[in-house]
């Protein structure tokens, strides 16, 4: 049997409708549901509006699986070849040194694009493309543990919320997909990406104390136990998560799906699929719309993490381990390796 020919989109644009190829557009990327790309390129255009609410105007990097979710998987960081004229670059710095430049979406043309690029999950920085050395926006990424669920990181999040209240910030929720919880808050762009991750790590403290029998901020897995770890090393520059919207490559092609608050306890990570999400999306809108007009300030956090150091002698925590040896930093070695050392 031969393949189906490609079909071309009428993709909505800022100056009217684009046009954008997708090439095998019968390839099934989740066989279990049999969800083809094409039926991935028309979810991505039927959220758009909130898709490009979250996502836009930011760095992105691509997971991409050219044959489906059951096979080979990447990273896209450098931009591919064939990038369309209507897809804009920005220079970005890694924590090597090194520079190159990654892919932004302008528009839902571009999200298209990389579907047909065999994307399915959209990595986007926390920071806007005209300056990605400060964040506007905290992520902090709730993991619970084996012997946990996503219940347990539910509870998590609305101790979470309040903790994060209390310093001046506004949060907002999504499922990650998985079994997590997302919690993020838009922030003034006044501090650098250094400074941001110390007040992410000074909430996770002050979370953990709240509940150091529900959440645990320890780096090594040997050390977390039965609880939901808060990752708070997403904020390191070029570390990334699923984007809100953006669909994840697990059986039954979920979504990390924007929840609002009071319906948090109320849902589960399979109510939302790229087969049920633009339903949802269309009958209850995007429970993030007002995101972009809350933003915090940081200090709140900062004054967590300052009293942290000044006060309790807590310092720097571990950095992801292919970042070079940072100031402050713990040894990098196995707790229970170093012990036996």
Known sequence: ??????????????EGEREVRVSSPDRVLWPQEGITKLDLAQYVVDVAEPFLRANGDRPV????FPTGIDGEEFFSKNPPRGVPDYTRTTMCTYPSGRRHPQLVIDEIAS???MVQMNTITFHPWPMRADDNDRPDEVRIDLDPQPGRGFADAVEAALLLREVMTD????????????????????????REILDVRHGVIGIARELERRDPDLVTTAWWKEERGERVFVDFNQMSRDRTIAGAYSPRPLPGAPVSMPVSWDRLRDVAPGDFTV????GIVADEGDAWAGADDAAGSIDGAMALWDKDVQERGLGELSFPPDYPKMPGEPLRVQPSRKRKD
Do not use: C, F
Request: no cysteine; charged share 20%; aromatic share 6%.
């Open 111 to 113: 999200a298209v694009w």
């Open 167 to 190: 310093v001046g910030l506004t949060p907002w929720v999504k499922t990650s997909g998985n079994r997590g919880v997302h919690v993020y808050a838009r922030i003034e762009r006044d």
């Open 275 to 278: 087969r049920t999400v633009p």
């Open 61 to 64: 990097a691509l997971q991409r």
């Open 1 to 14: 049997m031969s393949p189906a020919k490609a079909q071309v989109l009428q993709v909505p644009g800022p």
